[in-house]
């Protein structure tokens, strides 16, 4: 763990590795710029990465849908998770799986309860991809995290409420990116050991713990940077380059 006061780029690991199974990357905030556009730096490394037969696993609070077509355009192989874990899919031509603790009726449920309280105080909520999700619920973040998680403490069934920095999301307790990162791997026979994983925000903690090497960009929540092997000291896209450079040369 490294001292978030320090200079992390020229600060070394204890090992490099010597063979990667895999990278694994947030795209908002981690393959992105400080507007939210693609940083091209970052893909021109997945290109790298692709081209030395590494695959690259993008993973996302995002929808399928969305995460199909920006595989395509990054260049991966088209392996990805999507709504923070609750959904994914190995390689372009396999099905989209929704994972096993996913309830989407459950979410909506709680959804119906959060939106009933604003609704009272004449304040509405803007949904995303209402109709692209098949695991989570996902709005603007117009309120803080912690009032929603307030308005749900005595709802029936624990449920987890993520701020990722661009939308609050609602989904069942046990779904994470890490956790579906897990399935994955075992599905495609790839070792988490021999993966790096880069991220930015809160709900990429499980992911990058889940992995040997775990690294997140400059920009990242504090949280984020007290789980990562290597923190970037490059923000955004930048960041993501100077990781896999740190990495893999």
Not at 147 to 168: M, R, V, W, Y
Not at 182 to 192: D, H, R, V
Request: hydrophobic content about 40%.
């Amino acid at each position: 763990m490294l001292d978030e006061n320090k200079s992390h780029k020229n600060t070394p690991v204890q090992h490099f590795p010597k063979h990667i199974d895999a990278v694994v990357a947030d795209i908002d905030g981690t393959l992105t710029d400080g507007n939210r556009l693609i940083n091209l730096s970052a893909i021109e490394k997945i290109r790298w990465l692709t081209a030395q037969n590494i695959p690259v696993i993008l993973a996302s609070g995002n929808t399928s849908c969305l995460m199909h077509g920006v595989s395509r355009f990054f260049g991966t192989s088209g392996t990805f998770i999507a709504e923070n874990g609750g959904v994914y899919r190995i390689g372009f031509s396999g099905p989209v799986m929704v994972h096993p603790l996913a309830s989407r009726d459950l979410i909506l449920e709680a959804f119906e309860h959060v939106r009933s309280y604003y609704e009272n105080k004449g304040v509405p909520l803007v949904l995303y991809s209402y109709r692209e999700r098949f695991s989570d619920v996902a709005f603007e973040k117009s309120m803080p995290a912690e009032e929603i998680k307030s308005i749900l403490t005595n709802f029936h069934t624990p449920i987890t409420i993520l701020d990722t920095g661009f939308a609050i999301h609602l989904q069942p307790n046990g779904i994470s990116k890490g956790d579906t990162l897990q399935i994955i791997a075992k599905e495609m026979g790839l070792s988490l050991s021999n993966m790096i994983a880069v991220g930015d925000s809160i709900n990429d903690v499980e992911m990058i713990s889940a992995v040997g090497y775990g690294a997140c960009v400059g920009n990242s929540a504090q949280e984020l940077k007290s789980a990562a092997m290597f923190c970037a000291s490059s923000k955004y896209g930048d960041g993501f380059t100077e990781i896999i450079e740190h990495f893999l040369g």
